[in-house]
Structures are given as C-alpha cells and as structure tokens.
C-alpha cells in the first residue's frame, strides 16, 4: 500500500512539473482567456526562470538571433583595450544588462552598506531641450554615473535616509512606509545650478515586445488629459523623441514612458548605464568632462550584436495566471475593479497585425497597464520632467508577472523606486489620480484587502 502511495505521489509530482514549464499547445483557444497573460507567447512557469522563455513560433534563424542576444544580455563588458566586450565606461553604473535586471526581472534598491547595483539616477537641470528632451547638468549630463574605470572618478555617490510614514486602515490597523530621501555626496565637482534627480529601478524586461506590438491608436484611444469623463484620471501619453525616425513618437519604455523603442531604450542603456558607445547613442556619457579619454573611438558595441539583444528582448514571452478560479481570487478581481484599479491598470488589449512579425501578430494579451502617463501625487514626485510628462507624472507599469517577482528576483519591491516593501505598500503610495482608489482600498476589510492582493499576485 505504501509503495502504490509512493508512486502516485512521484507521478503527480512529474505531471506538476510537465504542466509548470509546459508550451503552447496551438490547438487551445486562446480568444478572452486570461490565464494566457502573453497569448501564444504565454508559458506556464512557475519557476525562477519563468521570465526567460523565447517565443513560440519563431523560425530557426530567428532562434539564433535570440540566442545571440541573450548571450550578449549576460555578457559582462571590461575597460579598453581588451580582446572581447571592450569598452566599458571610462564611468558606468553596472558591467552587464542582467547585472540589473536579473533573470530578465527588476531590480532592487540597495541594502545598507551595498553597492547601487540595479537602482540609477537620472539627473537634469530647469528647461527642456530642442526636442522637449531634459537639459543635462553642466558635469554630470543626463545620469550619475557612481562607478568609474581603474584611474577615473566616478560622479558622484548617492546617500538614502528613510522616514517613516504610518498610514491608517479603517479597520484600526496600519502599515509603516519607508520614503526615500536622496542625497549626493562625494561629487567629483560642486553643481552650481538647480538640479532634479530621480531614481530609476531596473524594471522587468520580458513581454516588451508585445507591449511594442501595441496599436498606438489603442493607447491613445484611452487618453483624458482633461478627465472629460469626470472620473479622476486623466491618463495622457508622452510624445518623445524619435532618433531614428527622426521624428515624435509614443513613448512606450521606462518609468515616464521616455523611449519609443526596444531599441532606443536599450541604447541608451548601454550608453548611459555602461558607458558603452553604439551606432544610436556614439558619443561617450563622459563627453566634455575631464573623465573624457578624448579618443575618437569607433562605436564599441556592433550593430548586429545590438539589434540581436533588441530582438532578444522583443521575444520573452510571458507567465501565465495562477490560482485564477479560487474564490479569494475571483472576489480580489471583483474589488480591483470595484476601486476602479482598471482605470490605469487597463487588462488587455490586442497587439496590431504585422506580417513580418507573425510570433507577435494579433493576439490578445493582459498586461494590466495603459501606457500613459498619471499624475501619482506628491510623494512620489521626483519634480523632473521628461518630454511631456512632468514632475508628478509615472507610466502605468504592466503587472503581468509581477507575483512570482519574489520567485524570479529573491525580493519584494516595488514602485520606480523601490520603496515599496510589498505589493500593499505599492498601493498605499498611491496618490494623485489614484488617490480615491487608495482610499477605497483602505476602507476594505482585512479579508477584502488581502482577496485584492491575492488577485494581483496571481497576474
């Protein structure tokens, strides 16, 4: 009797393994079913690798390209001269894209006495640029870089004080929040003009491409910059500098939705994170400073290789639901949109059409964001402004995905700062258009609290 118990129980245990890292099986109906979060690009992967599948449906030529680029998303670059990935800095942030967005997840802000390894600061001074773009600070451009290579300085070092903030349910009960205050020190010159800096956690990676695969008329479809509606938000989107377009496009990338692109993102990454020079950003982030080699360099990152890690980013695919019929998470849906969280948190949409992209083509996903920029209230105010988004505005991050961060990543923080100690926390920091879903959320039970939370870890 107990060996036949044995056995059941190893064979459920490889059925559950099967299941969890099981394919697409093309044969499903996929049309408003939500436990495919990615459509056919959707993988049911519970595991620390669940944010690293390649897409379904891809030809072999294009698998190798996937490969290529993860290959260089891991790869690790070192100073000039050096036979492979050369070119790091002279300063950087970090030596590797997977240095901050670990197992293509987030990042995290760094523990007293560690390094800033996956949270950066962006740094501008009053005004906007020829194209609406942050004016950098005489010094120190557009971010600090707080590393540099063997004999160079970096910029700047950044302290973090915390205060606490209480915020009271109506039940009685109450949570202790954290607020960041950010200050820099150890700057290789003094700043002599008013400056605004603004912290950036490293966010997840998988699912860009459907994102990008997003008709823009969909997006703009649910602008209200004037709340025309009445109901509190007035989402609107950034209209951002295209280099390659050479043109304005929709910002869909970052924090304040400030990149149109895979590609400029990553770019810019590679650029400003490592001090990496490719065919888009050429010009070293030390460009005028005296850590400036003043070397004429050709561009240290090829062209193939950085289209190879754009398309690798473009073909992540994405986890699926779980626990998505269970009562408590069937109830938390029920009040995520009885406090109006949709309203910013859009569930879905259907990527556009492209027969030259046909894994990405028509398919109905469930990001949980609208791509727009909110005003999210004074707390979370960095007073930069990016583009057309201003001092209090944020992009709606997706939320697929986003239960298994403390699988996939080892950590639970949230929000563009990492402030949040918790997926609660994230929602007790709302503010601004979401400042009466905030209160909603605070006049719920403790049950009816914890049902809301459960449904979001099971996105």
Known sequence: MKLKV??????????LMIWSCRKHDTNETLENNAWYSGGRQTFFD??????????????????KVHEIGDKAFDAVFVSAPAPLNSGLGPIYNNVSCV???????????????SKFESLLFKISTDGKGLHGEPIPVLGYGTQIQMQGVN???AEANIRINYQNITELFSDGSSVVLQKPVYQLEQLYKPINQNYYLSPRLAPPVFGLGLLEAIPMTSIIANQDPQDANGDGI????????????????LGRFGWKAGQPSILQQISAAYNEDMGVTNPLFSIENSFSQIQYDGLNDDVELKDSILHAVKFYMQTLGVPARRLINTAEVVQGEKLFYSLKCQSC????????????????????I???????????????SDNRPEFDADGQEWKTPALWGIGLTEKV???AYYLHDGRARSIEEAILWHGGEAEQSKNRYKQLSLNERQAVLKFIHSL
């Open 6 to 15: 044995k056995f059941f129980f190893i064979a459920a245990v490889i059925l």
């Open 46 to 63: 519970q595991s620390v690798g669940a944010f690293d599948h390649i897409f379904n449906g891809l030809d072999p030529t294009e698998i």
């Open 99 to 113: 240095s901050c967005h670990v197992n293509d997840g987030r990042g995290r802000p760094p523990v007293p006495g």
């Open 151 to 153: 004999g160079v300085s």
């Open 234 to 249: 007035s989402g609107k989107a950034n209209w951002v500098w295209d280099k390659t377009l050479a043109n304005y496009n």
């Open 345 to 364: 948190h859009i569930p879905s949409f259907t990527t556009q059409v492209d027969v030259s992209f046909p894994s990405r083509s028509y398919q109905k």
């Open 366 to 380: 469930y990001p949980y964001t609208d791509l727009l920029l909110h005003d999210m209230g004074v707390d979370l």
């Open 409 to 411: 990543n080892g950590h």
